[in-house]
């Protein structure tokens, strides 16, 4: 969005949680440090010399790093008290489409809450309300369904006939670039001209990526719902996921959007899915991430019941094997000592991955401690690498295994 009103020739000023993150991935425009959750940021400084807001700040549901409240009511309104008092009158909100309460989730409610704080603001305000929101870039909803798209031989869908209008991101992102310049007290669902249900969208997001047609696999609610109070409780802990019960629900409630004519104060009508997908193919990167959107979270529970496991079981049952091999390696009296250091290790580095703020940082740790593991038993043990179970040679695929997820993590 940043990117597309620079183009128009707007000078832009683009605030983030991270702003120094940011700002590595996007160094062209001026950062600034802004969290809805901190009744204390210097929303003055950050609004000082604009001449419009856009505010897309969003959460999907409560969590450790998100707060619906702070994203939907508490945020929006000391941003909208910081532009009545920086005399900014212009207000872009980005909304959703099943903003309401009836959907019967926080999430909609606060979103609803939200359009009511704008509303009264007295501000010359336009709300916008997209529908499903697709791009190259794949997060969230997106990259949940370019995986669900490529799973191996199946594709597996929680009801299939919702139905969803998307539109492209670039075609967004110039909607509300024209929105600075609407009149004010627009409300507008934004939503493609074609309408597809979820299966026909999987559909199509398979054949996009280039793999081979696969069955629907329709699963029923009662099989669905553990994956999502699992999706749930990872959030909580720091693993978001739109892999969640709110999803579900406002998938079941409205994602198209009402069906009303595009406002031309918005400019030309977006493109449809089919046209988007034609327009911009598939790269080998897109293939790649929705293959391993669902293995890179197994990989990362893999590793760490391995090490746990391996800790415990130094600590409990195989404490003498540990200390006797130790031994016959020549580290004589201090065997107990370095079995006793190594489990403790293992342990912490075992749940440390679990934390989403530390698993690349454990992962990396992981690879280092295993290859000091490597060297120390090479040469303290080095027939072992001829041993018919290969305890050297298997830990050469653990390296890799922690090397691939430090590697691939990333944020928003």
């Known amino acids: 969005m940043a990117a597309a009103f620079d183009r128009a020739g707007w000078a832009v000023r683009a605030a983030a949680r991270r702003p120094t993150a940011s700002a590595r991935r996007a160094p062209g425009f001026e950062w600034v440090a802004i969290d809805f959750a901190d009744p204390a940021a210097d929303w003055a400084a950050a609004l000082a010399g604009l001449d419009a807001v856009i505010n897309c700040v969003g959460a999907l549901q409560d969590g450790a790093e998100d707060s619906l409240s702070a994203a939907h009511v508490d945020g929006p309104r000391r941003l909208i008290a910081a532009m009545q008092a920086a005399g900014v009158h212009r207000l872009v909100h980005l909304s959703a489409v099943g903003a309401d309460a009836v959907a019967g989730t926080d999430y909609a409610r606060t979103k609803a809450e939200t359009e009511r704080l704008v509303g009264a603001s007295g501000l010359d305000w336009v709300i916008l309300r997209p529908s499903l929101v697709i791009g190259r870039g794949a997060f969230g909803g997106t990259g949940l369904i370019r995986a669900l798209a490529a799973f191996p031989g199946v594709i597996p869908v929680v009801g299939g006939d919702q139905v969803f209008r998307p539109i492209f991101a670039g075609d967004l992102a110039t909607a509300i670039v024209a929105a600075v310049d609407a009149p004010p007290g627009l409300t507008a669902d934004l939503g493609g001209p074609q309408a597809v249900s979820q299966a026909d969208l999987l559909r199509r997001y398979r054949a996009w990526l280039g793999l081979s047609p696969a069955p629907v696999l329709r699963l029923p609610l009662a099989l669905a719902r553990p994956a999502l109070a699992v999706g749930d409780l990872l959030g909580h802990v720091g693993w978001a996921s739109p892999l969640r019960s709110t999803s579900l629900r406002q998938m079941n409630h409205d994602v198209a959007g ?9 400019g030309a009508p977006p493109r449809g899915l089919d046209a988007v997908l034609t327009q911009v193919p598939a790269s080998v990167q897109d293939v790649h991430h929705a293959r391993l959107w669902f293995l ?31 031994d016959a390696g020549g580290f004589g009296a201090l065997s107990p000592w370095i079995a006793g250091g190594g489990a403790v290790v293992d342990l912490l580095l075992g749940m440390a991955i679990l934390k989403r703020s530390w698993s690349a940082r454990a992962a990396v740790g992981m690879a280092l401690v295993s290859v000091g593991y490597l060297i120390a038993g090479s040469l303290s043990l080095p027939h072992l690498w ?11 695929p653990g390296i890799v295994l922690a090397l691939y997820v430090a590697a691939t993590e990333a944020r928003r």
């Open 258 to 266: 009402r069906d009303a004519p595009w406002p031309a104060v918005l």
């Open 296 to 326: 890179r979270p197994l990989a990362i529970v893999a590793l760490s019941l391995f090490w746990i496991v391996t800790g415990v079981v130094t600590l409990r049952w195989g404490w003498d094997g540990a200390v006797a091999t130790l």
């Open 386 to 396: 001829l041993d018919p179970l290969g305890p050297w040679l298997k830990v050469l």
